[in-house]
């Protein structure tokens, strides 16, 4: 019934800034938490940045925090991973996951549902 589309992914210089979104599609889509993990290769698939479906709380990654905000917008049905100040670690296929007990932010990849493709974020230096 649900179903994420990703965009925003591409290349960016280091220091750079670029925007992901997220599109929730579906029925009950509105009621999940949303979060973003990203995988670097050869790396495990780490927990960034996440958002609970009515956009009281977020939680960062340590690794992010003061870079990366993630938002929601309802009347889009998209959330949205704004990334700043991006450094070449960050480089990484990035993916959005959506969990239905969205009331709480949860950084484990098993407590989510769906998940969308994945974007590749490449940062030159």
Not at 105 to 113: E, I, K, Q, S
Request: with cysteine.
């Amino acid at each position: 019934q649900a179903q994420l589309v990703e965009s925003g992914g591409g290349l960016v210089q280091a220091g750079g800034s670029l925007r992901l979104s997220c599109k929730l599609i579906g029925s009950l889509s509105s009621h999940f938490g949303i979060s973003w993990f990203r995988q670097a290769p050869g790396k495990e698939r780490e927990f960034v940045a996440g958002i609970d479906w009515n956009g009281e709380s977020t939680l960062y990654a340590d690794l992010v925090k003061g870079r990366f905000a993630v938002t929601r917008d309802d009347a889009k049905n998209t959330v949205y991973m704004q990334m700043n100040s991006l450094k070449p670690e960050d480089a990484a296929v990035y993916y959005c996951a959506a969990d239905r007990n969205g009331g709480i932010v949860r950084t484990l990849p098993g407590a989510y549902d769906f998940w969308g493709q994945g974007t590749q974020v490449t940062v030159s230096s």
